[in-house]
């Protein structure tokens, strides 16, 4: 298939419109939803901090959990994490912002890998170029909700990354200087794929500990799509691993080529996990 | 990107073979016992105001150590994943179907009524992709490519798995187990399922069956009342969602979330919410 970057373009901008479109009706009533979860929620500062101080421990497992994550570098913050001064915020809104900080990272991240030629020029492959500014994109969109359902709480905005991530990404990131493009598009994915992970099993379990229904519905709304994400990105991993990257493609006929292991691999759980959850107050606005 | 001139997979299938098992094997040594932990904790919680029921939660999971260890037993002596949901649950019939008259059944009421109704949606699917198996095997939907075979398998064993966890927290509730399939859906399933002819069609009702699912288990999130309830059902949802990724990919669209012209969601909807 040859493909014509300014068509794309196109596509992907009117996609983008059709999105914001759709997206309008589910703002209004998110602010609907967020009016009426405003005047039933009454922060207790007391509940707050036993809420901050039972989650620190959690910092370490996350860190732990994910391999890349996890090198020199991250676990060093924890002291600096676990005395993070966002005790004083409800429950709901250090979780929406640490929510918030997990999404501005993973959009930092897909915007420093479409600089990359093997996945932001015309030359990469088309499916991953599209999914990388498309899933960037989405990411951002994430970070608005959850930031807009925090200040409706009377919370700041998190415009920072998750400050436990950022170093290791920063690592992960240099390593892939002077990389082939196989290698490097290799190194992305499996970066990508353990932040959208990390975002996924967090919000499977945010949606349990935020105490309204309105931010249970909008984690729910969420979490699926980071899933999917991790669903895509397997996919994409094993088709490179295995040397066939011509099937990472949306032709018609791929189908009928993929391996039979294929079928499969984009989810390997019957019930998603959360041992690498983020901690709830991981990424709270200090 | 190249045109795809139908270049085949080339000599390394035994790679991703060998990924999948492990993830399988890792699944199974993780995800099931931290899985039954969160069902367990669910029937706790549910039985927490009515300590006179006689099912505890060691009874519970001394149950479902059985019925994953009777699982494992099948799989590990050769059946396929049909053979082994076949083997731990019910299956549904079109004559159910029919029977089914007062759904969800009497005397089930708020996360036990949700249960059963998330057991009848698992069970539809597992119906739905026992018979679109079946057909296959017969030949009447032409050629089957490998990774459909393969999806449509473990899809169907993990919706099995899945109808298993909503009926263990009605059994350990006193209550009777599910083994129907949603009764408002399924006359539309069938009707669907009688036209379809080719895996296209097949991989196109498995989406509109997964996305109801998905939307279904996403609105009860923020209905449900216990929190092992929600966990449970947001265990669930993130791998109906993952499903219907990968059924667009097979089918050639954009693998996510997307509006009816195909433009990718950043939210998921749910208008199709049974």
Do not use: C
């Not at chain 1, 088709?239 to 391996?259: D, V």
């Not at chain 2, 105001?49 to 150590?65: C, I, N, P, Y």
Request: glycine share 6%; net charge negative.
């Amino acid at each position: 298939m040859n493909v014509d970057p300014r068509a794309l373009n196109e596509l992907l901008d009117e996609s983008q419109d059709l999105q914001a479109d759709a997206l309008r009706p589910t703002r209004d009533a998110l602010d609907e939803l967020v009016e009426v979860n405003r005047s039933a929620t009454i922060p207790d500062p007391l509940e707050n901090v036993d809420f901050h101080q039972s989650h620190r421990e959690g910092v370490v497992a996350s860190l732990a959990g994910a391999p890349l994550l996890a090198a020199a570098g991250g676990l060093a913050l924890v002291g600096v994490l676990a005395s993070a001064a966002s005790a004083a915020s409800s429950q709901d809104i250090q979780i929406l912002q640490t929510a918030a900080s997990i999404e501005n990272l993973a959009v930092a991240t897909y915007k420093t890998a479409l600089t990359l030629p093997y996945i932001g020029s015309s030359s990469a492959n088309a499916v991953v170029n599209k999914f990388a500014r498309v899933t960037m994109n989405q990411h951002a969109q994430h970070a608005d909700a959850f930031n807009a359902a925090a200040r409706a709480l009377g919370g700041k905005t998190q415009t920072k990354p998750d400050p436990a991530f950022v170093p290791v990404v920063n690592k992960a990131v240099a390593s892939l200087s002077g990389a082939s493009a196989a290698q490097g598009t290799l190194g992305v994915v499996g970066l990508a794929l353990e932040l959208e992970n990390i975002a996924a099993e967090t919000y499977v379990k945010d949606t349990v500990l935020v105490r309204s229904s309105t931010n249970k519905a909008l984690f729910a709304s969420i979490m699926g799509v980071e899933a999917q994400h991790v669903a895509v990105l397997l996919a994409v991993q094993a088709l490179l691993n295995a040397n066939a990257p011509q099937l990472i493609s949306l032709a018609p006929g791929t189908a009928a080529s993929l391996p039979a292991a294929a079928g499969s691999v984009g989810f390997p759980n019957a019930f998603y996990k959360t041992n690498n959850a983020a901690p709830a107050t991981q990424g709270a606005v200090k | 990107m190249k045109k795809n001139k139908n270049i085949g997979f080339v000599g390394t299938e035994s790679e991703l073979v060998a990924m999948t098992k492990d993830l399988d094997e890792l699944h199974h040594d993780v995800g099931m016992p931290a899985m039954w932990e969160g069902v367990s904790n669910m029937i706790d919680n549910l039985q927490s105001d009515d300590a006179s029921r006689g099912t505890s939660r060691r009874t519970f999971l001394m149950g479902v150590g059985g019925a994953v260890a009777g699982s494992a037993a099948l799989l590990s002596v050769g059946l396929n994943p049909l053979h082994a949901a076949a083997a731990t649950t019910q299956k549904p019939s079109p004559k159910s179907i029919l029977t089914s008259a007062a759904f969800p059944p009497a005397g089930l009421k708020g996360d036990l009524a949700v249960a059963a109704v998330a057991a009848s949606l698992e069970n539809l699917a597992v119906y739905a992709y026992n018979a679109g198996l079946s057909a296959a095997t017969a030949g009447k939907l032409g050629t089957v490519p490998p990774a459909v075979a393969t999806f449509a398998t473990t899809a169907l064993a993990q919706h099995t798995q899945h109808a298993q966890a909503w009926n263990a927290v009605l059994a350990a509730n006193g209550k009777a187990k599910v083994t129907v399939v949603n009764p408002t859906l399924a006359p539309t399933v069938n009707a669907d399922f009688a036209k379809v002819t080719d895996v296209t069609g097949l991989a196109k009702l498995a989406l509109t069956l997964e996305t109801i699912a998905a939307e279904t288990y996403q609105a009860e999130t923020s209905k449900l009342s216990s929190a092992a309830a929600i966990g449970l059902s947001s265990s669930i949802q993130p791998v109906e969602m993952q499903h219907i990724a990968i059924l667009y990919y097979v089918l050639g669209e954009y693998p996510g979330v997307q509006s009816a012209s195909g433009s990718p969601l950043a939210f998921n909807p749910t208008n199709q919410a049974a």
